[in-house]
């Protein structure tokens, strides 16, 4: 029996989606219990304070990798405390609540972070929280929160690598909605790809590349290709709000930092 070395699930995902140094400035962005950007490089490029992961591709080039823990997660969290509601009541509600949830943010550290910050011991906050916010502004604040830490990201990224599109993966990307502000906070346009089967697609790709079903990775990938479809319009002026979003985080991290 024929045995090939896989590959780590977001690293799977980014194959399956058909993301490599044969499609330069597109990459993959994953909206599971974390949220990923994936991009590929031709040479390897670390970042010098070591902010995002650089590992070896299986297309024999390289690739950066940039995670913020709690991306879906911070909305089943969420979620679970408001069992009355159906994920979709909720979603209807963050979308009827305005562009900055009246100046309500969340910050989705609610595991820890490690893009860019590296800090374990940094914790989730909702921060500006009044008598004028509703359970759609929570949850409004927790989808922005999520776009504005993949976009803090996606600035230490694209200084390294080509990032002119990405290719949506994992359960949040469902969601027009937050498609639609993480592509402003991304500054980039954002595919569905149809028919994406996540990371057994990019194993099964492994697969007939080491079984020789095909002789190499690009040609598998151009056999295997999937339609990529554009979605939701950016929300215009998510990247106004980064600054006072960088700004609670900078002081979290002081504090956080100086515990034990």
């Known amino acids: 029996v024929p045995v090939v070395a896989g590959a780590g699930d977001n690293a799977a995902a980014a194959l399956g989606l058909g993301v490599s140094r044969h499609r330069k400035g597109v990459g993959s962005v994953s909206l599971g219990t974390s949220g990923v950007l994936f991009l590929p490089l031709e040479t390897p490029t670390p970042d010098p304070e070591g902010r995002v992961h650089l590992f070896c591709h299986a297309d024999g080039a390289y690739h950066l990798l940039g995670v913020t823990l709690s991306a879906a997660g911070s909305l089943e969290w969420l979620r679970k405390l408001f069992p009355e509601a159906s ?19 969340f910050l989705p550290f609610l595991a820890g972070e490690r893009s860019p910050y590296l800090e374990p011991r940094l914790r989730g906050a909702f921060l500006g929280l009044s008598l004028a916010h509703t359970r ?21 990224m694209r200084r390294l690598a080509q990032a002119e599109a990405y290719l949506a993966t994992g359960g949040g990307s469902a969601s027009d909605l ?83």
């Open 87 to 105: 994920l979709e009541t909720l979603l209807r509600e963050a979308e009827a609540a305005p562009l900055g949830a009246l100046g309500l943010y």
């Open 178 to 260: 937050w498609l639609a502000l993480l592509a402003g906070a991304l500054e980039a346009p954002i595919f569905r790809v149809v028919g994406e089967e996540g990371a057994a697609r990019g194993a099964a790709i492994l697969a007939l590349v080491g079984t020789g079903v095909y002789l190499s990775l690009e040609e598998a990938l151009r056999a295997t290709q999937l339609e990529a479809v554009p979605g939701p319009p950016p929300v215009e002026g998510v990247g106004a709000l980064l600054p006072d979003y960088e700004a609670w985080v900078e002081l979290l991290l002081e504090r956080y930092r100086r515990l034990p």
């Open 136 to 156: 759609g502004h929570l949850v409004r604040a927790v989808l922005e929160g999520v776009a504005l830490s993949l976009g803090v990201v996606h600035r230490v």
